[in-house]
T-cell receptor
């Protein structure tokens, strides 16, 4: 399977703990995106990378959130001091810039539950 | 800012019924438009897309036409199947940035 993969698929944590999620994009894709989806809503953009560079961050991304893509391949999203409001599905997507509008391909998501 | 509005759901249809799911948008510039589908227990999958006015995207019997004059991208299928039961999201992408803006999604249930 050469699609976008995410790990873990599910994470349950207690409030105040730190969590880290990993995303592996489609191998030749240079762009990687993170979105958050809460129940009954569409995904909301958090941040994206082109290669190693983080080019845009949403105002949704508080100081407790940090994302990295150190070698331009996989990415990690860390949430520090988790809060119950962080409970959501965290989606990763990747795309290849081609001079045309990018098509983003999504992974299966990591479902976070903060108790 | 950019936004996508989808009709309220859920929608329940009988197999072989005609499907229309409405989607309208507000955007600066000229967006590309997408429909994504999320089957139970799976991730978002691209269903179809259109990148300019009057383009028609199609896939798996689904179609949607980019209507600039009405700022709409309604999804249609002539005969739905039970396997089409899923959540459908309309989304847009503008050239000014790279983020997709999604609607809230609508749940479709098709009964045999």
């Amino acid at each position: 399977d050469t699609g976008v993969s995410q790990d873990p698929r599910h994470k349950i944590t207690k409030r105040g703990q730190n969590v880290t999620f990993r995303c592996d994009p489609i191998s030749e894709h240079n762009r990687l995106y993170w979105y958050r989806q809460t129940l009954g809503q569409g995904p909301e953009f958090l941040t994206y990378f082109q290669n190693e560079a983080q080019l845009e961050k949403s105002r949704l991304l508080s100081d407790r959130f940090s994302a990295e893509r150190p070698k331009g391949s996989f990415s990690t999203l860390e949430i520090q001091r988790t809060e119950q409001g962080d409970s959501a599905m965290y989606l990763c997507a990747s795309s290849l810039t081609s001079g045309k509008p990018d098509t983003q391909y999504f992974g299966p998501g990591t479902r976070l539950t903060v108790l | 800012g950019d936004s996508v509005t989808q009709m309220e759901g859920p929608v329940t249809l009988s197999e072989e019924a005609f499907l229309t799911i409405n989607c309208t948008y507000t955007a600066t510039g000229y967006p590309s438009l997408f429909w994504y589908v999320q089957y139970p227990g799976e991730g978002l999958q691209l269903l179809l897309k259109a990148t300019k006015a009057d383009d028609k995207g199609s896939n798996k019997g689904f179609e949607a036409t980019y209507r600039k004059e009405t700022t709409s991208f309604h999804l249609e299928k002539g005969s739905v199947q039970v396997s089409d039961s899923a959540v459908y999201f309309c989304a847009l992408l503008t050239g000014a940035n790279s983020k997709l803006t999604f609607g809230k999604g609508i749940t479709l249930s098709v009964r045999p």
